[in-house]
């Protein structure tokens, strides 16, 4: 590993001190994972990242599916008395 100083606004600052916190990891451990899913693999490129984005486009286009024939749960008991 490499150290590698940056300058963080506050609000970064205080983003990444909760997530942090919340995993139960360093802010560099977090910032590390972010970085590692932004940028491309080695040896992968974007127009790679692109092109997989446009093979899926479309694929689910022939599924059925019907949002309103989920299972009632509570939030949508609330929401039917509302």
Known sequence: MKRT??????????????????QGVS??????????KALPEQGESVAAGVAAINDSFGVL??????PLEREVDAR???????
């Open 27 to 36: 802010r560099a451990e977090i910032v590390r994972s972010l970085l590692d």
């Open 5 to 22: 100083n940056i300058y963080l606004e506050e609000r970064q600052t205080i983003i990444l001190d909760r997530l942090a916190s919340e």
């Open 76 to 82: 949508g008991q609330h929401l039917n008395h509302v």
């Open 61 to 66: 286009r022939d599924a059925e599916f019907n």
